[in-house]
Nanobody, 124 residues
Framework: QVQLVESGGGLVQAGGSLRLSCTASGRIFSVNTMGWYHQAPGKQRELVAGITSGITSGGKPNYADSVKGRFTIARDNAQNTVYLQMNSLKPEDTAVYYC??????????????WGQGTQVTVSS
């Protein structure tokens, strides 16, 4: 089993910044994509940003349109850690942020993992 441990959430004023971290541990063989989703009260969980492993061609990030230009995702493969730098935060960014990761074994079976979530609250 793989565990994802998140840190870095909190309360910040609009226009401020936060940095989220997520480290994977446990039975890791080849973590592929890592990233972040968020879920606001009464809404579905949505992708915020993801990044591939970058082992062969460099980690490729992708972002939700709502965070492009404000959030930056980065990854440390040696530490199995993914970071989300969130700048120019807006009240609508308020949500629980969940780290996710998946890996594929030699039999091409995919395993998905989720963190417990960290609250981000942006006050106006």
């Amino acid at each position: 089993q793989v565990q994802l441990v998140e840190s870095g959430g909190g309360l910040v004023q609009a226009g401020g910044s936060l940095r989220l971290s997520c480290t994977a541990s446990g039975r890791i063989f080849s973590v592929n994509t890592m990233g972040w989703y968020h879920q606001a009260p009464g809404k579905q969980r949505e992708l915020v940003a993801g990044i591939t492993s970058g082992i062969t061609s460099g980690g490729k990030p992708n972002y939700a349109d709502s965070v492009k230009g404000r959030f930056t995702i980065a990854r440390d493969n040696a530490q199995n850690t993914v970071y989300l730098q969130m700048n120019s935060l807006k009240p609508e960014d308020t949500a629980v942020y969940y780290c996710y990761a998946y890996q594929v074994d030699g039999l091409l079976r995919r395993f998905d993992y989720w963190g417990q979530g960290t609250q981000v609250t942006v006050s106006s």
